[in-house]
């Protein structure tokens, strides 16, 4: 019988954190690609454009003025998803019609003054900047709020509306869908083995070297066993923490430097500004912050579409959207890729 | 106090189906969208192309001849995402790292002889055609497979890299992850309430009425009370049914005919070719197909991305990727319009 061998062979794998499988049959890459070329993105965007409601001195849909800002800044979404006063939908008349009560805030964090920059072409202290806002508005809608989501979708591929830097923040009364599963799984690992799911994850991850992508004094990034899109990450601490607000100003720092690293290469490996989504998972919030959460450990997600090249994408439809997800190459190459690319940003070398 | 209106206050959802929640906050709908445009789509498509491998008389990429077809043709995919013979993985390490073998087939079903038409083109036989297909090679593969997953990726927008009319079908030696979820909620629903769970939902809906699109002697479409996309819908047999072969050949007619209506309403709303996602899901098969399964009840989902033109999808992106589904319209709005339309083509009415 033929010996197995991932990047030959069909398989699944388990995500124990989300719990879901993801099918990974690696040898499609050798399909040829007649699909949907993505419109090239070298349009180049002006540095400061006063029409632009995120730039600095603009005018804002709600007639607000921005400051003249210099750093990051951070201000209400104007058109919000959710808002701090919806009214209850009041009690389900059947199992099979269930609706409950929504209540939030959204926010919006300009990472820079300048529109025609982006995270990797920022300096280690402007993005630390950015990371101690991360910390202190987690702090703050927590403490009303369970659940903070921290999220950026860089690009126009993922449908980001604005090519200024900029991240949002939506804080919910409820515990959204994926942080439950990820409550669920961690709490579940903890009860069974007595360690946080992440840590020892972590810690196998650094053993076996093969998914490894960076690390540093305080941080890893890895392509995970299970990683769904073609070169998704997964960027933990070393140390075991809970929320972003217990960053040590050490860590805040590495951090920043860390993500420079890691987002330079996403650009160097197609020559281009990398789309993706990408958010923050920590332990919930609210009126229960201080119940035991220690089965968490806090992480980043980072969820880029291109496959091929600069213009051709993965898409998660069909198969992927009525059974499973599916990847074609091994969570292994794309680590492999990632790994050997440089850590200088390609639009600043040599021509 | 405010009294609630579902299209006025953001709440939540769940999918019982599926075990999911969804955001609902319709206002979003009022902010203006300036994101990405998709590419117009009026490119006119050849009758007939030599050179596309779908068509009568065409060489596919592993040197087979295409026969003249007149009517369906079904063939193996040339790039499989799933092949009969992968090894084993062996067994897993740590309870981190688990892999599982995966074998199955990939078929390609073409429904037409003509690159030119889509499903809402086609006449009733013609569609009744391609619906006996479905059924029987859910037999065929079912004898030897758990899982057979039809699905049709229409449109370049969902990953569609062929514009000849056809679908595709998966067959797996494994359930898929939402096959899964599925029998894990059918299931429970069964045994909790003594009846299967879509057919409980498919009468409640009849009396309901609001989220209904079509009705018809043997069928039902409506957009689910959890629906994600825009204008998703759920297309359920009125009759207990567990699986597509067991549909009677009145059934098999009637369903062509309502998914006709369905397809011409779709390519209505924004006046285009309308993309999506389709696929059907039944009672598992495989070597278990003599089980009892009659928590199952045969359905299938339409997941179409456009939210408010033939160019402006909704991006499942940050938010949604990160932390739960979001909507921008209240599945009544959306019902409303559908039903709204007209049900005879917009290409063929009077200019
Ligand atoms: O097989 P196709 O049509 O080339 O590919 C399309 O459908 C597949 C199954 O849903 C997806 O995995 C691909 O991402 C998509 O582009
Ligand atoms: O708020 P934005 O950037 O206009 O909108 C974008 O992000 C949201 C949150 O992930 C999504 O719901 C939208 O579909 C997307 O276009």
């Known amino acids: 019988a033929t010996p197995f061998q991932a990047r030959e062979h069909q398989h699944i794998r388990y995500n124990p954190l989300q719990d879901e499988w993801v099918l990974v049959s690696a040898h499609r890459m050798k399909r040829p690609w007649q699909g949907q070329v993505e419109p090239s993105l070298l349009k180049a965007v002006p540095r400061h454009d006063p029409h632009n409601p995120l730039c600095p001195g603009a005018t ?26 919806a009214p209850n939908p009041g009690p389900s008349d059947h199992p099979l019609f269930q609706a409950e009560a929504a209540r939030g805030v959204c926010k919006v964090l300009c990472f820079h003054p300048w529109s025609d920059v982006t995270l990797p072409l920022m300096s280690v ?8 806002v991360w910390a202190s508005v987690t702090e703050e809608l927590g403490a009303q709020y369970p659940w903070v989501q921290i999220f950026e979708n860089k690009g126009a591929m993922m449908g980001c509306s604005n090519p200024h830097p900029h991240c949002q923040v939506w804080a919910s009364s409820f515990l959204p869908d994926i942080a439950q599963r990820e409550e669920r799984s961690q709490r579940a690992y903890q009860s069974q083995h007595g360690e946080p799911l992440l840590m020892e994850y972590g810690r196998q991850e650094l053993l076996r070297k093969e998914r490894l992508v960076l690390t540093s004094e305080h941080w890893l990034v890895l392509v995970p066993f ?28 590495d951090l920043a430097f860390i993500m420079k690293k890691l987002l330079t290469k ?29 089965h968490w450990q806090l992480h980043a997600h980072y969820y880029p579409p291109l496959l091929r090249s600069s213009t051709v994408r993965k898409f998660m439809v069909g198969y992927e959207m009525l059974a499973q997800a599916q990847r074609d190459l091994t969570p292994e190459q794309a680590a492999e890729r990632l790994r050997a690319l440089p850590e200088v940003h390609y639009s600043l070398g040599p021509k």
Chains 1, 2 share one sequence.
Not at 266 to 294: K, Q, R, V
Request: cysteine-free.
């Open 125 to 132: 202290p402007e993005i630390r900047a950015v990371v101690d």
């Open 60 to 85: 804002r849909a709600n007639g607000e003025v921005n400051p003249h800002y210099d750093s990051t800044f951070l201000f209400d979404n104007d058109f919000p998803a959710l808002q701090p006063d």
């Open 266 to 294: 996403y650009d160097n490996l197609f020559e281009t500004s990398f789309p993706y989504t990408m958010g923050w998972h920590g332990a919930p919030m609210g009126s229960e912050a201080e119940a035991n959460w220690d």
């Open 226 to 253: 299970w990683a769904v899109w073609p070169f998704q990450t997964l960027l933990l601490p070393r140390r075991h923490v809970r929320r972003l607000p217990e960053l040590t100003p050490a860590e805040r720092d």
